[in-house]
């Protein structure tokens, strides 16, 4: 899927007010228009081809600069998105954005991941995140938001089988299952179902999935 050939001039204000705000704030380390439109739209929008998404709840977790959620609902106006991210700046950037775009039932939220999960706990039907962190972090960050019988989805690098086994115990605590891993050219997508309810004691206090991962 190719952004900057879709004809659709939303992106290209984006990419424009990305490059702005940019200069002030360290929103992205890309600042090549056409990178941007490779690495960060295109990429975002990977996951269509492994599902389709019509107007499910979709929580973005660690949302930076908006990537993979505002991308995901440009093209699919009808999701309810909710971007979650503990930089104010990056949120006060999303929140323009937000505005700017007219995103309906669009929401940036300024919390730390463990702290929003507790307080919206199996709210969602989708989580997604490209957050850099290892899979079992991602997990106890995300599954926990994620209805039973909906999914988490992970960017990762295109090598991620370690980190799928070395995550294997905390699918198994957190309630997930490996559906598959999708492969593309530079990118892989791990597809999780929430398969059982997460313990409410995940996640653990801010820190401690980095800190001693399960």
């Known amino acids: 899927m190719r952004v900057a050939s879709c004809g659709l001039p939303i992106f290209e204000t984006y990419l424009n007010e990305l490059i702005e705000w940019n200069k002030k704030f360290n929103l992205t380390a890309i600042t090549d228009p056409e990178e941007i439109r490779r690495k960060h739209f295109d990429d975002s929008l990977l ?41 104010k700046k990056k949120v006060e950037f999303l929140e323009h954005i937000i505005k700017l775009l007219d995103l309906k039932n669009t929401a940036a939220v300024w919390a730390r991941a463990e702290d929003f999960a507790q307080q919206h706990r199996e709210s969602f039907d989708l989580a997604v ?54 492969k593309y050219p530079a990118r892989s997508l791990v597809i999780i179902d929430k398969v059982n309810v997460t313990p409410v004691k995940y996640p653990r206090r801010a820190g401690m999935a980095k800190k001693r991962p399960l």
């Open 47 to 87: 996951l269509l081809q492994a599902m389709k998404l019509m107007d499910e709840s979709v929580v973005d977790v660690g949302a930076g600069a908006g990537f993979p959620g505002i991308p995901l609902k440009i093209v699919c106006p009808e999701i309810k998105l909710t971007l979650v991210e503990a930089t």
């Open 129 to 182: 995140s490209r957050a850099v962190a290892e899979m079992s972090v991602l997990c106890e960050y995300s599954l926990p938001l994620v209805r039973v019988g909906g999914a988490f989805i992970a960017y990762k690098e295109v090598t991620v089988e370690p980190e799928i086994a070395a995550a294997r115990q905390a699918l198994e605590i957190l309630g997930g299952a490996l559906r598959e891993v999708r």
